[in-house]
Structure formats: C-alpha cells, structure tokens
C-alpha cells in the first residue's frame, strides 16, 4: 500500500493460523489475527488522549476490515505447523479518537424535525430508514411515529432534510482496493446548513461504500449537533457595544413569536458575536420577524440570511440608540 499522510500512523500486528489443505487460506487466516492485532495497538494508542466509550469501541473492533483496509504483508513466516504474519496498518489516529470518545447528544435536546432523505447510488449499502435511525440515535432529530412522518409546521421544530450520494472512486493505487466516497447536505427549512463527505477503501465497491456512508454519517452529526446546539444562528455585524448585544437579546426574547431563549453562543473567528435563538419556528419566519421589531427598523439595522442558515445582522458604524 501506499505510505500514509501525515495525519496516519503504521500499527503492527502479528497473527498466526495452522496450516491448510487450501493453498493461501492459512495466510489469509494469519493476515486477518494480524490486522485485529494491529487495531488493538491503535487503540491503545488512541486511548491515552481520551475517554473511550464501551459502545464506540465494540463498534470499532466490529468494523475492524475497514479500519485496517490500507495493509502491507511486512513478513511471512512458515513452520511444520503454522503460519506467522506480521502485518503494518495505515491507522487514521485523529478519527479513531473522534470515534472511540464521540458521545451522542441527548435526545431530549433534539431541535430537528424529520423530514426526509433523498438518495442515489446508496441502496447497496445503506437505507433512508438507517439515514434517519442513526440521526436518532445520535439525538439529531427528534423520534416521530414513523422515517415516512412529515414534520407539521409550527411548535413542532425546524424541518431536517438529508441528500445522500454514493460514487465510486476506482483502484486506490498499489493496492488491492477500491475507493467510494458520499456526500451528504443538510437542509433546515430549505436552507442548505450543513455537508459532510465520507471516503472508504473495500476489496469491493459496496465495502468502500458502506465504510464512506458511516465516516461521512459521524461528520454529519457532529456539523447538525453544533447547529441544534447553536438554534438558529444570529451573527452581529458591525460596531456593537455588549449593551447593544443584550437590548438585541431581549427584545428577541421579548417580542418574537416562537423565540425561547437567546444566548451569546460563540465569538467567530472574525471576532464578531454570534447569538444562538432557540425557536420552534424557522429560520425564514424568525427573519421576518425580527426584520419587524422597532428596534431593528429605528436603528437601521439590515438583515440578510446567510451560506449557513443563519441570519446576519449588519449595524452602522455609529452607536445604537
């Protein structure tokens, strides 16, 4: 196999199988002790920086062929009896850590409302109701009577829709293997708030599929659990003094139809401050009515809906009244 990028790290194993009347299926038997043997010192390396969860890591030793796909045969030793494999693995170190310690959010806190998931290419390896169960578990969106529920309009929360595509990436080169990829958009309320992309190696297209669809699924959670965390997102443009932040907050708070609370959520890169409305309305019905509010329309305050589903609110560069 090819050397790995910066972000992998070469894991040894060595597995042992008795000999066979079938030419090459005691090597076999070997080479797979090895890759589990070579997942096991991954872990235990990835262990030391975190707290592995007990269900993660039975996930993880269960997919153990798509964490140890990317393999060099290092050694191969034959006696009367047996045969010995030592086996270098390619060991995403980062992702196995983010995988080991991943914690779903509480599905008390889900904000979405199931709204459907559209497909293609995909059906070899994954189905809407998995799409939508996974997205449950993780507390994403809410549990409803059944995948097919529509979400009804209103006290309910915002509508969560998921496109998936699978696409098949060819021969990875000096190996055996093939490469799938799939890629899924998220949208809350027609608007386009997130996307994640999953790689996968296989002996076949449907194992490098199936392997794609459950990395890009992880980063998927993570971009939607920070959005449910978040509400819908207001960024503050512009000259603002903190009194200025908490008369936006409160007057949200207070004359917002829908609006549950308001918090500072986070301070960007760009070192503006970002509110985090919790609403049971949609983004397009929270922009108009905070559009409304007197404060907004005396202090002339413009408003645009942004890329990531959030609401941009620009000041002049004089202070408010």
Same mark, same amino acid.
């Given at each position: 196999?090819?050397?790995?990028?910066?972000?992998?790290?070469?894991?040894?194993?060595?597995?042992?199988?008795?000999?066979?009347?079938?030419?090459?299926?005691?090597?076999?038997?070997?080479?797979?002790?090895?890759?589990?043997?070579?997942?096991?010192?991954?872990?235990?390396?990835?262990?030391?920086?975190?707290?592995?969860?007990?269900?993660?890591?039975?996930?993880?030793?269960?997919?153990?062929?798509?964490?140890?796909?990317?393999?060099?045969?290092?050694?191969?030793?034959?006696? *009367?009896?047996?045969?010995?494999?030592?086996?270098?693995?390619?060991?995403?170190?980062?992702?196995?850590?983010? $995988?080991?310690?991943?914690? *779903?959010?509480?599905?008390?806190?889900?904000?979405?409302?199931? %709204?459907?998931?559209?497909?293609? %290419?995909?059906?070899?390896?994954?189905?809407?109701?998995?799409?939508?169960?996974?997205?449950?578990?993780?507390?994403?969106?809410?549990?409803?009577?059944?995948?097919?529920?529509?979400?009804?309009?209103?006290?309910?929360?915002?509508?969560?829709?998921?496109?998936?595509?699978?696409?098949?990436?060819?021969?990875?080169?000096?190996?055996?293997?093939?490469?799938?990829?799939?890629?899924?958009?998220?949208?809350?309320?027609? /608007?386009?708030?997130?996307?994640?992309?999953?790689?996968?190696?296989?002996?076949?297209?449907?194992?490098?599929?199936?392997?794609?669809?459950?990395?890009?699924?992880?980063? #998927?959670?993570?971009?939607?659990?920070?959005?449910?965390?978040?509400?819908?997102?207001?960024? #503050?443009?512009?000259?603002?003094?903190?009194?200025? /932040?908490?008369?936006?907050?409160?007057?949200?708070?207070?004359?917002?139809?829908?609006?549950?609370?308001?918090?500072?959520?986070?301070?960007?890169?760009?070192?503006?401050?970002?509110?985090?409305?919790?609403?049971?309305?949609? $983004?397009?019905?929270?922009?108009?009515?905070?559009?409304?509010?007197?404060?907004?329309?005396?202090?002339?305050?413009?408003?645009?809906?942004? *890329?990531?589903?959030?609401?941009?609110?620009?000041?002049?560069?004089?202070? #408010?009244?």
């Amino acid at each position: 196999a090819h050397r790995q990028q910066a972000q992998k790290a070469d894991a040894e194993g060595a597995g042992a199988a008795a000999h066979s009347e079938r030419r090459g299926e005691a090597l076999a038997l070997a080479s797979k002790e090895a890759r589990k043997a070579a997942l096991d010192a991954a872990i235990q390396a990835a262990s030391t920086d975190v707290n592995v969860r007990a269900e993660q890591l039975q996930q993880v030793n269960d997919d153990w062929a798509n964490w140890t796909g990317a393999y060099r045969v290092a050694s191969v030793d034959r006696t *009367p009896t047996q045969v010995l494999a030592r086996i270098e693995v390619d060991v995403d170190i980062p992702r196995l850590k983010k $995988v080991l310690a991943s914690s *779903p959010v509480s599905g008390e806190h889900a904000t979405f409302v199931w %709204g459907g998931v559209s497909m293609s %290419g995909c059906s070899a390896v994954t189905t809407p109701t998995q799409v939508y169960a996974t997205l449950v578990e993780a507390g994403v969106v809410g549990r409803a009577g059944s995948a097919e529920n529509s979400p009804i309009e209103g006290e309910r929360g915002r509508s969560l829709t998921v496109s998936l595509s699978c696409s098949d990436t060819g021969d990875v080169a000096f190996t055996y293997l093939r490469g799938g990829k799939a890629r899924f958009v998220a949208t809350v309320d027609d /608007v386009q708030v997130a996307q994640a992309v999953g790689v996968g190696l296989g002996a076949s297209v449907t194992e490098a599929a199936a392997m794609a669809v459950r990395e890009g699924l992880d980063e #998927l959670q993570m971009a939607l659990a920070r959005q449910g965390a978040a509400g819908i997102r207001l960024t #503050l443009k512009g000259f603002w003094r903190s009194s200025d /932040v908490e008369g936006m907050a409160r007057r949200i708070r207070d004359a917002v139809r829908g609006a549950q609370s308001v918090r500072v959520f986070e301070i960007n890169a760009d070192g503006e401050v970002v509110l985090g409305v919790e609403t049971s309305r949609s $983004v397009r019905q929270t922009y108009d009515a905070i559009a409304e509010l007197d404060y907004v329309r005396s202090n002339g305050l413009e408003l645009r809906m942004n *890329p990531d589903g959030g609401i941009d609110v620009q000041t002049r560069e004089t202070e #408010l009244e």
